[in-house]
C-alpha cells in the first residue's frame, strides 16, 4: 500500500523529466523516493553522466494502471 506522498510522487515521477524541475515546489521528497525504489515501483538511473533521475519501472507503470491512473 502506497501512503498519498507515495503516490503523489510516483504520479509526478510519471510525467517525466518535465514533471520535476527543482526549481519550484514540485520537488521529490528523498524519502518518498527511496520508498518507491525499495517498493521496486522507481529506479534511478545516470542520464548523460548527470545526476540520478528516477524512471518507473514495469511494477509502477502497472501500479498507475490498476489505479486507473496512467497516461
Given at each position: 500500500m502506497l501512503s498519498p506522498h507515495e503516490l503523489a510522487t510516483l504520479l509526478l515521477i510519471s510525467g517525466g523529466p518535465e514533471s520535476l524541475d527543482t526549481?519550484?515546489?514540485?520537488?521529490i521528497d528523498p524519502v518518498d523516493l527511496h520508498a518507491l525504489v525499495d517498493k521496486e515501483l522507481?529506479?534511478?538511473?545516470?542520464?548523460?553522466?548527470?545526476?540520478?533521475?528516477?524512471?518507473?519501472?514495469?511494477?509502477?507503470?502497472?501500479m498507475?494502471?490498476?489505479m486507473g491512473c496512467s497516461r
Open positions: 526549481t519550484d515546489s514540485r520537488q522507481v529506479r534511478l538511473e545516470i542520464l548523460n553522466g548527470q545526476r540520478q533521475s528516477p524512471r518507473l519501472t514495469s511494477d509502477g507503470h502497472s498507475l494502471r490498476a
